[in-house]
């Protein structure tokens, strides 16, 4: 998806599962090497964005024999005997909240972060395997305290895979959209 911001294809970016940065950030998981600079493009593009926090509290690995030796004490939730989720600890995803934020900041379009309330994925939803409470306030605290001031956030009461979040976030994008066309 950043290439095709970069290259122009894309003109408004709705981005509910940033993951990637997740594990750009902690510097594991299936996807490694991440290409560096997740959340960049739309924003250097000047694009309107609405992004938010799907899968951003585990790393996402293959068989169990995948995981790192150092991340097998950690929760691990797997999803098919190929597919292992890992959680994120609390100063991970205050790195990850930190870094996320700093990313924004440097946008020079409209930007929107749209926090789901009730859960960034079924497995970390209050009651499933990876939910962890303290880590996802601590992610919202560095957030918080690094996001500028002009970058809409707003916490939804919702799962992220609520209709009425998608639809939020639907339509948070259409209104950028729609304004930057409108040259608002």
Same mark, same amino acid.
């Given at each position: 998806?950043?290439? %095709?911001?970069?290259?122009?294809?894309?003109?408004?970016?709705?981005?509910?599962?940033?993951?990637?940065?997740?594990?750009?950030? =902690? &510097?594991?998981? +299936?996807?490694?090497? =991440?290409?560096?600079?997740?959340?960049?493009?739309?924003?250097?593009?000047?694009?309107?964005?609405?992004?938010?926090?799907?899968?951003?509290?585990? %790393?996402?690995?293959?068989?169990?024999?995948?995981?790192? %030796?150092? *991340?097998?004490?950690?929760?691990?939730?797997?999803?098919?005997?190929?597919?292992?989720?890992?959680?994120?600890?609390? +100063?991970?995803?205050?790195?990850?909240?930190?870094?996320?934020?700093?990313?924004?900041?440097?946008?020079?379009?409209?930007?929107?972060? *749209?926090?789901?309330?009730? &859960?960034?994925?079924?497995?970390?939803?209050?009651?499933?395997?990876?939910?962890?409470?303290?880590?996802?306030?601590?992610?919202?605290?560095?957030?918080?305290?690094? *996001?500028?001031?002009?970058? *809409? %956030?707003?916490?939804?009461?919702?799962?992220?895979?609520?209709?009425?979040? =998608?639809?939020?976030? =639907?339509?948070?994008?259409?209104?950028?959209?729609?304004?930057?066309?409108? &040259?608002?």
């Amino acid at each position: 998806m950043e290439e %095709l911001v970069e290259e122009g294809i894309i003109h408004g970016v709705l981005d509910l599962t940033p993951h990637e940065l997740t594990e750009e950030v =902690v &510097g594991a998981g +299936a996807y490694m090497p =991440v290409k560096p600079g997740r959340l960049r493009a739309a924003g250097a593009k000047g694009i309107p964005q609405v992004v938010s926090t799907g899968g951003m509290e585990y %790393l996402c690995f293959g068989p169990r024999e995948s995981i790192p %030796l150092r *991340l097998r004490k950690r929760k691990i939730y797997m999803h098919n005997p190929y597919n292992a989720n890992v959680s994120v600890s609390r +100063a991970e995803m205050a790195r990850v909240g930190r870094t996320m934020a700093e990313r924004l900041n440097e946008a020079r379009g409209l930007t929107a972060m *749209l926090i789901p309330l009730r &859960g960034w994925s079924i497995y970390g939803a209050e009651g499933g395997p990876l939910y962890n409470d303290m880590g996802y306030k601590t992610f919202l605290k560095a957030l918080k305290s690094h *996001l500028k001031a002009d970058i *809409l %956030l707003e916490e939804v009461d919702a799962h992220i895979n609520d209709n009425h979040f =998608v639809h939020r976030c =639907v339509n948070q994008l259409i209104e950028f959209m729609n304004k930057q066309e409108k &040259g608002d």
